[in-house]
């Protein structure tokens, strides 16, 4: 994705594939979006394509469909956006909502990280690296956020959520993404 992104006033990209996830609430007053969380999911783990995703994050999974997915299927969980293998982005929740995809976690002192974060999933795994199209439309995101909000890094799961998350990985090219927006390396 090349193209420059924008946001509408409820924090609908309006380049992004829209499957909405009832998956959220609102903010509290006054939490303005501050931090950016990456992850990364593929499902079934290991495996790309599909729309196992978005069945997970609009409550539509299949328990009997693969081992495991019976826990899944009581989750509610959901992100603002995914970015696909290719670089196609979708959202699933507004910006200016909550969505659920931090669970316990703390970023500086400061616990309840959904709170003011805006949550994107790369479809991918701890054991393989990322696409050129999904940094592409990262950085697009990212650069969208960047206007809008007074954002203060961009930082992976593991980093809010240590020893309990590992994503978005070792394969994640932290290097290519401060170098496009040093302004959101954590300090």
Same mark, same amino acid.
């Given at each position: 994705?090349?193209?420059?992104?924008?946001?509408?006033?409820? &924090?609908?990209?309006?380049? %992004? *594939?829209?499957?909405? /996830?009832?998956?959220?609430?609102? +903010?509290? !007053? =006054?939490?303005? #979006?501050?931090?950016?969380?990456?992850?990364?999911?593929?499902?079934?783990?290991?495996?790309?394509?599909?729309?196992?995703?978005?069945?997970?994050?609009?409550?539509?999974?299949?328990?009997?469909?693969?081992? &495991?997915?019976?826990?899944? %299927? *009581?989750?509610?969980? /959901?992100?603002?956006?995914?970015? +696909?293998? !290719? =670089?196609?982005? #979708?959202?699933?929740?507004?910006?200016?909502?909550?969505?659920?995809?931090?669970?316990?976690?703390?970023?500086?002192?400061?616990?309840?990280?959904?709170?003011?974060?805006?949550?994107?999933?790369?479809?991918?795994?701890?054991?393989?690296?990322?696409?050129?199209?999904?940094?592409?439309?990262?950085?697009?995101?990212?650069?969208?956020?960047?206007?809008?909000?007074?954002?203060?890094?961009?930082?992976?799961?593991?980093?809010?959520?240590?020893?309990?998350?590992?994503?978005?990985?070792?394969?994640?090219?932290?290097?290519?993404?401060?170098?496009?927006?040093?302004?959101?390396?954590?300090?």
């Amino acid at each position: 994705m090349t193209t420059e992104l924008t946001l509408d006033a409820r &924090g609908c990209c309006p380049q %992004a *594939r829209q499957v909405i /996830s009832p998956n959220h609430d609102a +903010r509290l !007053d =006054g939490d303005a #979006v501050k931090v950016v969380v990456v992850h990364n999911i593929s499902l079934p783990p290991g495996e790309f394509g599909g729309d196992d995703i978005e069945r997970l994050f609009t409550n539509r999974i299949d328990p009997a469909a693969r081992p &495991g997915y019976d826990e899944l %299927a *009581r989750l509610r969980v /959901s992100a603002h956006f995914l970015i +696909r293998r !290719d =670089g196609e982005l #979708v959202q699933f929740v507004p910006t200016e909502a909550r969505a659920w995809h931090a669970g316990v976690s703390q970023w500086c002192g400061r616990a309840r990280c959904n709170d003011f974060s805006v949550g994107i999933e790369l479809e991918g795994s701890d054991f393989a690296p990322f696409e050129a199209a999904q940094y592409a439309s990262l950085l697009a995101v990212l650069r969208a956020l960047a206007h809008r909000y007074p954002l203060e890094a961009i930082v992976g799961h593991s980093e809010i959520a240590p020893g309990r998350k590992t994503d978005p990985g070792p394969f994640f090219d932290w290097a290519q993404v401060h170098a496009a927006l040093p302004q959101l390396r954590p300090a």
